[in-house]
């Protein structure tokens, strides 16, 4: 029985789980000013006032400065990076009347603390991702009666990688305090206050345009999912199987780790890859435990039973499914391939885990399994570091490669990266373009290179991530076929015909 999460729901489960749940934010309502007339002065000075306890005058006091203290909400933004979820900005709505400048980065400290604590009660797991920080502000910006303050993306992420090899949402905290004094203007320019001091609260709730795109859908004794409507009359499917990293954890149900870990869901449905794919829904699986475990949970069946479902409930082409999956999900992808071969119409692999598989419950493919996904005649574009110290290249993609390729010529491409803070790459493929692998150089630390621009300044800086984190260059689109052709641009060839 299938059934689907509410966005009501998933807004009450933990702020990270939020992605694209949380609400505008709202001006609260400013206090009125505790001034009196002349009229009341002068009525005061000629009739004696009853006398009032110590206790009324220090709650009368208090009283007034809550009323002389406005208070504003302040809503969080997130984005997907090539890392994960991160908090990227903070809002504060100053309400349509007002507004305020004299701001700069340390106007404002905003701090945020991330826990898995609750979740991690009663068991004896540990988490690596927890945080008690002050977010590093990289600018703000004034736009009408809105101030956004800008954050590092290199920092802030909305989960904690945990003992178990899990990314988990951590529950968020964030509190604001202003430093100094700003000024606060009518909308028409006015000087309404040049030493302007506020209050601020954050719900914690999180606004994230991409992960908004996407509905999530339980399923009751089967595979939850995330999946993305691209509309009617579209015909087209991307199933994507995300890494070891984003199944879930102490039977959670959260089904956000796959979306939020990295691009691997989201990317799909960008306008980018939705022009590209002329139109297609998206369906990425989260694992209930591992994808290692597919052949001993029936987990293959179970996936092809809710491939099948969306394709005949959303009137999908079946010869129109593309498959993708990186790591754990590489080897999920092969398994889909050698079980129900007549499932996918192309393939995009990334670092399949084939080597380690037998060593955490899975089954590493035979040479005889591997044939069956040449036998079955589905294109399959492989992409892997050069050198890969989670799982061994030569093991998985090139041995793959190998089988696939064997008795053909192939061709061998070095391209060089537009952005020199990518890490280059080689490209090997088959004449008639059916098999290709894109194999990227890796550091003398074995690191792969990425230009990426977490301080949001304007310009790229060279960031090194593991030598196994390749499918990044897949969901930017980068790997390239000697005739220019890049992977997504080439997977739409079997959908697009």
């Known amino acids: 029985m299938k059934k689907t999460l509410s966005a009501a729901l998933i807004c009450a489960v933990t702020v990270s789980a939020l992605a694209g749940c949380g609400s505008s934010a709202q001006e609260t309502t400013a206090a009125a000013d505790a001034g009196t007339t002349a009229a009341e002065t002068t009525a005061a000075e000629t009739t004696k006032a009853p006398e009032t306890t110590k ?72 988490s690596y991702g927890d945080y008690d920080i002050d977010r590093k502000i990289v600018k ?205 119409c192309a393939a995009m692999i990334n670092c399949p885990a084939y080597d380690v598989a037998s060593d955490r419950g899975g089954e590493t493919p035979t040479d005889e399994e591997l044939t069956a996904i040449k036998d079955s005649g589905i294109p399959v574009w492989l992409v892997q570091g050069a050198t890969d110290s989670s799982v061994a290249t030569d093991e998985c993609s090139k041995r793959l490669f190998a089988i696939l390729t064997d008795g053909q010529d192939v061709t061998e491409t070095t391209i060089k990266q537009e952005l020199e803070q990518n890490s280059d790459f080689t490209t090997y493929e088959t004449s008639d373009g059916i098999y290709k692998l894109s194999l990227y150089e890796t550091t003398e630390d074995d690191k792969l290179r990425f230009a990426e621009d977490y301080d949001q300044d304007g310009t790229m800086s060279e960031v090194l991530y593991s030598n196994h984190w390749s499918w990044i260059y897949t969901l930017k689109n980068n790997p390239q076929a000697a005739d220019g052709t890049h992977i997504v641009n080439w997977a739409a060839g079997f959908v697009n015909e």
Request: charged share 25%; net charge negative.
């Open 55 to 126: 206790a009324e005058e220090t709650s009368a006091e208090a009283e007034t400065e809550s009323e002389e203290t406005d208070t504003y909400s302040c809503q969080l933004y997130g984005v997907v990076t090539d890392a994960g979820q991160v908090v990227s900005q903070m809002v504060i709505d100053f309400g349509d009347t007002k507004k305020i400048s004299d701001i700069d980065n340390d106007t404002f400290t905003v701090h945020a603390v991330a826990s898995t604590e609750e979740i991690l009660k009663d068991t004896e797991l540990e």
């Open 140 to 344: 703000q910006e004034v736009k009408g009666q809105r101030l956004i303050i800008y954050f590092d993306q290199s920092e802030g992420a909305t989960l904690a990688y945990t003992t178990a090899a899990r990314n988990y949402p951590a529950d968020l905290t964030y509190t604001v305090t202003q430093n100094k004094p700003v000024t606060l203007t009518a909308a028409d320019g006015t000087v309404l206050d040049d030493a302007y001091m506020a209050e601020y609260t954050c719900d914690n709730t999180i606004i994230d345009e991409e992960t908004a795109k996407f509905e999530s859908i339980l399923v009751e004794g089967g595979i939850n999912y995330q999946f993305y409507n691209a509309g009617e009359d579209v015909d087209k499917l991307v199933v994507w199987f995300h890494g070891n990293g984003e199944g879930d954890m102490l039977e959670s149900d959260n089904n956000v780790a796959q979306m939020l870990a990295n691009r691997g869901t989201v990317a799909w449905a960008t306008d980018e890859f939705q022009e590209i794919l002329g139109k297609a829904h998206v369906m990425a699986f989260q694992a209930p435990d591992t994808w290692y475990y597919a052949q001993r949970d029936g987990l293959l069946d179970m996936a092809a039973d809710e491939i099948k479902e969306v394709v005949e409930t959303y009137n999908i082409d079946p010869e129109k499914v593309l498959v993708s999956g990186c790591s754990a999900g590489g080897y999920m992808t092969s398994r889909m391939i050698i079980a129900h071969p007549d499932l996918f």
